[in-house]
């Protein structure tokens, strides 16, 4: 299943639905592509939602990484929300998880940036 991303708009943050896999491929590319098109129309507040994806391959977690770094370089912020059990256990076990700001729900997400 190819990874499908929406961009939506909440008071002022773009949040990114993801639905599908982020792995080798097409999946990390989509992700970096939208990240990097984001930023690059200014928008520094950006929250990817994961609540449907279901599986991310080692280069999907760099893909997560390498987003969350080109955002600090251009003064704007990535976080996640809405984690899987799945996700979030690959999260604890590579230690991203303390590197990312994550959260439950939408609301605290979107609150996070004021």
Sequence with gaps: MALSIASREVDGVTVLD??????LGEGSVQLRDAIRDLIGKGQKSILLNLSEVNYIDSSGLGELVSAYTTARNQSAAL???GLTKKVNDLLQLTKLYTVF?????????IASYK
Excluded at 18 to 23: E, F, K
Excluded at 101 to 109: C, H, P, T, V
Aim: glycine content about 12%; overall charge negative.
């Design 101 to 109: 700001d994550i959260y439950d729900d939408e609301a605290s997400g």
């Design 79 to 81: 976080k996640l929300l």
């Design 18 to 23: 993801l639905n599908g896999r982020i792995t």
